[in-house]
């Protein structure tokens, strides 16, 4: 679905050159959540834009199936003089397919998860989890293949954290989509992710990966008397 092989990627500035990704590789299995962590700076950012193809790896190959990608980031960058509804419909303008067939899709992907009644609102009378919320409908409106997710629960408090990771992976697992998540958080990693692959330090490349198999759904995996072994595990392989 999606393999990083031997890809080394570096910024060129006139300060110089820096070496953000060296060596990488992992794969994402179709329908597979994996989880990238690593410390802050490490290249997770420039990893999630060589996959979609935004940035070109200096050396190595990126197979990718023929699906798009849709992203998913920290901000939830939705449109305050757009509704809820608007927003939704933002990716068929973008991507010329914004046609009644597509349109009555979006909305049902959004009332299928609870948005029937925020449609004609105004994201400013959203919470942030509701937010969160619409952006990932947003992303999915325009059927994507791959899901990319660049730390999207970080801006978020702890509580509302918590909430809204479990439903945002509940509704990518339930709508079968593959999902690539970058984070620092390993607590998120390990309940979300049915891989989580560990980083080095700048340059980024993989120092561990994990299948996690244990409990099936975030929140069986927090109670889980697994998690605190997985947790040290990682810690370790993270250096911290
Ligand atoms: P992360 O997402 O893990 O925090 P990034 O992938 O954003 O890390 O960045 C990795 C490294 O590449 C950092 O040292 C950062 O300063 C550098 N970097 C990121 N984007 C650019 C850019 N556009 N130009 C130059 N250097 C960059
Ligand atoms: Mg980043």
């Known amino acids: 679905m999606l393999e990083f ?14 070496a953000a990704v ?9 329908g597979q959540f994996v989880s990238v962590i690593g410390p802050s700076g490490c290249g997770k950012s420039t990893i999630l834009s060589l996959a979609a193809g935004l940035l070109s790896p200096s050396s190595g190959e990126i197979i990718t199936g023929s699906g798009e990608f849709g992203y998913m980031l920290q901000k939830d960058a939705l449109f305050e003089w ?3 509804e608007q927003n939704i419909f933002l990716p068929l303008e973008i991507k010329r397919v914004n046609t009644a067939e597509m349109r009555a899709k979006a909305v049902a ?3 299928k998860y609870g948005l029937k009644d925020f449609l004609k609102k105004s994201p400013s009378q959203l919470s942030g989890g509701m937010r969160q919320r619409v ?6 409106a325009a059927q994507p293949e791959i899901l990319l997710l660049d730390e999207p629960f970080s801006a978020l408090d702890y509580q509302t ?10 509704i990518i697992k339930s709508e079968k989509k593959t999902a690539l998540l970058v984070t620092h958080d390993i607590s998120e990693a390990i309940a ?5 692959v560990v980083l080095s330090s700048r340059p980024a490349h993989v120092v561990a990966e ?6 099936d759904t975030p929140k069986g995996r927090r109670n889980d008397s697994h998690f605190a072994a997985m947790f040290e595990i990682l810690r370790k392989e993270l250096g911290i």
């Open 5 to 18: 092989k031997q890809i080394s990627y570096s910024y060129h500035t006139k300060k110089g050159e820096t």
């Open 22 to 30: 060296s060596d990488l590789n992992f794969k994402v299995g179709k």
């Open 82 to 84: 757009r509704s809820v």
């Open 109 to 111: 992907l959004a009332e």
């Open 135 to 140: 952006a990932l409908i947003r992303t999915l």
């Open 161 to 170: 954290r918590l909430e809204v990771c479990d439903d945002v992976q509940s």
């Open 192 to 196: 979300l992710s049915d891989k989580v």
């Open 210 to 215: 994990h299948d996690i198999t244990f409990a």
